[in-house]
């Protein structure tokens, strides 16, 4: 799950509430889907952890009129191959450290009949002690070809930081406009 602003940096904002909201509540969801998919020597302090190694090809496409950037009768149909690796490990001091990068590279046309090459990253870091715990996901997206929707490029990098139940700190960054333009 993603959350999307258009714009710049948003810059922090800190926020108390009695529950945890909505980003609490997708992050929770993060950890416990880590918790019960690593094995539990990846979870005993001070191992060198696990890791899940993946390839596997992805289509999808951009519809028209959705993307701002671009002409609104234009979509793209997108077709790559996904590189990732999930790592789980423990360090001495019992804490989690998930690294989860995906990287796709592929080709795509436009609804012209233009050919476009593009690569997209996503980086999940989490380092989870119990509280704090501190997300970064960094997510980029590169669209390079001879049509209407060469050089399409978005960003962004949102950092989490939760201190205490229902305290946290956020710190989101965009270029270009990830929500809507960022197909995958």
């Known amino acids: 799950m993603r959350f999307f602003t258009s714009g710049a940096t948003l810059g922090r904002r800190t926020r108390s509430s009695g529950a945890l909201g909505s980003r609490g509540r997708i992050l929770a969801f993060v950890v416990a889907v880590v918790a019960f998919a690593t094995p539990a ?11 899940t190694v993946y390839t596997e090809p992805i289509a999808f496409t951009l ?14 149909d997108f077709s790559g191959t996904v590189h990732g690796h999930l790592h789980v490990s423990t360090d001495a001091n019992g804490i989690v450290h998930v690294n989860w990068p995906d990287t796709i590279t592929g ?7 233009n050919t476009y090459r593009f690569n997209y990253t996503n980086v999940q870091i989490v380092r989870d002690a119990g509280l704090p715990i501190e997300v970064t996901i960094t997510d980029h997206f590169n669209l390079v070809g001879n049509g209407a929707a060469n050089q399409l490029h978005t960003f962004f990098v949102l950092r989490l930081l939760i201190t205490a139940e229902g305290e946290e700190e956020i ?10 333009c960022d197909a995958i």
Do not use: K, M, Q, R
């Not at 020597?41 to 890791?51: C, P, Q, V």
């Not at 989101?172 to 809507?180: A, E, L």
């Open 107 to 113: 080709t795509a046309v436009d609804s012209e009949g």
């Open 41 to 51: 020597s990846a979870l005993a302090a001070g191992n060198a952890g696990s890791t």
């Open 63 to 76: 519809a028209a009129g959705v993307c701002p950037a671009l002409p609104e009768e234009l979509s793209i």
């Open 171 to 180: 710190v989101f960054s965009t270029h270009g406009d990830p929500g809507p």
